[in-house]
Structures are given as structure tokens and as C-alpha cells.
């Protein structure tokens, strides 16, 4: 169906994926112009093999399984026919009354920020391909405010020499964000708590800025652990010995289940160039720089603070494209060629949020600090 929220422009199924569905015998329904908004055009969905239908009801109409982007509103969850079964974010780790509509329409929902971090669930994973989308824009994006080339340029008018980014956290976006400010010729370095990046960071042809942090800032499933005051010091001593000489900043660090750490103060941006950009992807969760309001972007001593809130939804195309991979790989999974599902696999254990009338993950509604123990 449609994506109501003012900034999404993507959509849950798109043609090459719809294959994936038609080789395992489904029938798919679209919502006239569902597609309009990531370039997918209603023939487009016709020539897979999809039906598409005008209006959202009529689209839901006696459907067994919806796939969406976002959460869904409330007068969406009251659309969602009785019973069946929805697959889409749904911020499970923050309590909401949605969630509860839900269950009270006995609808068995699927939570794809859930989908465990294991071998066997890659391709399925929908929080890594939407951060490569997000770490590659977030570059784009800061390029672009910055007042100078990224490059180096030789030049009849002059030599311009290359700007220099900071990518802090490297995690998917991270790499993602290294690999393309390295494409537009910046010189990078990046700084990230797991020491086991540093290669991975070196390997894309970028510093690694190492902190003497004690061991345990990593837990045993590869996640960042939130820092003792008195490491949170000495990362945050390193950053800003290195940021006054940088023209761009991407930050990206994340504790799952908890506040963004803030990595960027107001004097750091203080010590910074005018015409130098932030873009922090942490802006959701509370934001890396003090100065980041989600969804603006605020100038300070002539710094751009970026705060971008849905950067998928930038790249609305390809974005689409690898959640609705995920997604197929995801319902395929779940679902076997009769429609039945198994409750024990540990993938469809793990996202299932709603079912039989009950909120059944006990990490939906979870307080923050609950979530991010589950997490470990
Ligand atoms: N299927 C899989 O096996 C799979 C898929 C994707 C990611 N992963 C793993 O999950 C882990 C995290 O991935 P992610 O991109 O979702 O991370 P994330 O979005 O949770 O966090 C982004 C990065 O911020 C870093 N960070 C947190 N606190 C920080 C601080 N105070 N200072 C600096 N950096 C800080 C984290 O270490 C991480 O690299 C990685 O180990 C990754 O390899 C596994």
C-alpha cells in the first residue's frame, strides 16, 4: 500500500522482487501510484505480474499477508483486514498504542528491525541495506553544504587541495559513508570504539583514529557497549583534537536501545571552519552533536549541524529496491508454500510482535535500558 508519512517516499514491493513472490506461487495486489514516489510505474508492477488495484481499501481487501515501509497510523491498522498478517518497521523497542491496535485486531505483525544479526538472516536484513543507503546519502548530502571541492584539483585558476572528512562509527553506514567520501576524492579518517573495524576502516583507504579505550567496549555479539564516563572523556579528548581540521563530519554512532552518545559538543563545532558541514545519522535517537535537531538543519558559527530524519527515503529508488529484496526473503521465510508459519524458527520467534491477539515480543514496550540488556 501507499506510504502516508510526509517524507517516505518508498515502497514495500517493487518489480524485481514481485518475481521472487511469483516463483513461489503468490498473489500480489499494488495500490495504484504506490510506486510513483521511488520511480516504479504502474506497468512496471503489471509487467511482474502484479495486479495493481485504485484505493487503499479495496487494495487490502481479504489480503493475507500487507507489506508497508513505516509504522502503521492508527486509521491504517483500523484498514488492515482482521487476522492477517503485517510485515513492515514498527519501532518495537518503544512502546506504542499502534502496537496495541494490533493485537486487538488480531493481527500478526513482523517487526523486520528484528531480523537477528545472524548469517543466515543476511539477506533479510533490512537495518544494513537501509544504512548503506543512509551512510552513501549522508556524504551526498554533506558535500553538498560544504563551501569548498572535496577533491584535490589542479587547475589554470589554482591547486585546491582535498578536504578532509571524519566518519565517527563504523558500523554499515559508516563504511558506506568512508567508501564514498573517498570516491569524491576527500581524505578520511574514522574513529569507532570496536576495535575490530580498524581494518575494515584501513581497507577502504581511510585512517583509523585509535582512542586508548579499555578492552569491553564490544559485546559478545559484535554491538558497541555504552563507555564509561571516563572512556566517554578520552574519546571525546580524541575527536576533538582532530575535528577543528575537518571540512566534513559524519556521524553515525548508535547504542541499540539506547541514546545516541554524544561524540561532537558545541565547542567542538566552535573550533571548526566556517563553511564545514555535520551530518549526524544519529538524529532520531537523540543526535551525536549537541547542537543536531532531528529533521533541520541548524548553522552555528557558520557550521552547518545537518539532521537528516529519513535519508532512505532520499534514494527512494534503490532503497526500495533492497528492502523489498529483504522483504521477499523475509515473508518467503516465513511463510511456507500452504501460508502456514512457524512460530519456534528463531527468525519468526525473533520479529514477531503481535499474534493470537496478544503483544508477544518481550522486547516490544521494553524500557530502553530493558531493550538494549535483550539486545545483548
Ligand atoms: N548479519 C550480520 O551478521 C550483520 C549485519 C549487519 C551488521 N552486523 C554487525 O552489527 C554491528 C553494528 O552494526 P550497525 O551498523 O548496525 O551499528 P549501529 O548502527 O548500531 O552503530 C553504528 C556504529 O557506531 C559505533 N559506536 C557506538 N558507540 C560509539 C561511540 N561512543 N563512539 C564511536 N562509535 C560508536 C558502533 O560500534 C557501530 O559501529 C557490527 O558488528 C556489524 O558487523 C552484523
Known amino acids: 500500500m501507499t506510504e502516508t508519512r510526509a517524507d517516505e517516499r518508498r515502497v ?26 521511488a520511480s516504479f510505474a504502474d506497468d512496471d508492477f503489471r509487467e511482474a505480474g502484479v495486479e495493481v488495484v485504485a484505493g487503499r481499501d479495496p487494495t487490502l481487501e481479504g489480503a493475507n499477508v500487507v507489506l508497508k515501509v513505516q509504522p502503521p497510523s492508527m486509521e491504517e ?37 528484528l531480523v537477528p544479526r545472524i548469517t543466515r538472516a543476511q539477506k533479510m536484513d533490512v537495518l544494513s541495506s537501509q544504512a548503506t ?26 591547486t585546491v587541495r582535498p578536504a578532509k572528512a571524519m566518519i565517527l562509527g563504523a558500523g554499515v553506514a559508516g563504511l558506506q559513508a568512508i567508501a564514498t567520501a573517498r570516491r569524491l576524492g576527500a581524505v578520511v579518517s574514522a574513529f569507532d570504539i570496536r576495535p575490530a573495524v580498524k581494518e575494515q576502516v584501513q581497507s ?25 564516563e571516563e572512556q566517554h572523556q578520552r574519546e571525546l579528548e580524541l575527536i576533538a583534537a582532530h575535528i577543528r581540521e575537518m571540512d566534513l563530519v559524519i556521524s553515525t554512532a548508535q547504542i541499540p536501545g539506547r ?23 544519529a538524529s532520531e535517537s537523540g543526535g551525536n552533536c549537541e547542537l543536531t535537531s532531528a529533521g533541520e538543519t541548524v548553522f552555528h558559527h557558520g557550521v552547518a549541524v545537518m539532521g537528516p530524519s529519513n ?9 526500495s529496491e533492497m528492502y523489498a529484496r529483504n522483504l521477499a526473503a523475509f515473508v518467503c521465510h516465513l511463510f511456507d508454500d500452504e501460508g502456514r508459519t512457524n512460530p519456534e524458527d528463531e527468525i519468526t520467534a525473533a520479529t514477531c510482535v503481535t499474534r493470537d491477539g496478544e503483544v508477544v515480543n518481550e ?5 530502553p535500558a530493558g531493550a538494549a540488556e535483550q539486545q545483548r
Open 12 to 37: 514495500a514491493l517493487a518489480p524485481a522482487a514481485a518475481r521472487e513472490y511469483k516463483k513461489r506461487g503468490w498473489e500480489l495486489r499494488v495500490q495504484a501510484g504506490a510506486g510513483t514516489g
Open 77 to 113: 491498522v483500523s484498514a488492515l483486514p482482521r487476522g492477517c498478517a503485517l510485515v513492515c518497521h514498527l519501532n518495537p523497542l518503544s512502546p506504542s498504542a499502534e502496537i496495541a491496535a494490533l493485537a486487538e485486531r488480531n493481527v500478526t505483525s513482523y517487526a523486520v528491525e
Open 133 to 158: 543507503v543512509a551512510g552513501y546519502k549522508a556524504v551526498l548530502q554533506g558535500a553538498d553544504a560544504v563551501t569548498r571541492f572535496l577533491p584535490m584539483l589542479t587547475t589554470a585558476a589554482g
Open 204 to 228: 577502504l583507504g581511510a585512517k583509523f583514529l585509535e582512542a586508548e579505550l579499555d578492552e569491553g567496549a564490544e559485546d559478545e555479539g559484535g554491538y558497541a557497549k555504552a563507555l564509561s
Open 259 to 281: 541514546p545516541a552518545p554524544v561524540l561532537v559538543t558545541k565547542e567542538m563545532v566552535e573550533s571548526m571552519r566556517a563553511g564545514s558541514a555535520i551530518v549526524d545519522l
Open 311 to 319: 535519508l532512505p527515503a532520499e534514494l527512494p529508488f534503490h532503497a
Open 363 to 367: 522486547r516490544a514496550g521494553a524500557t
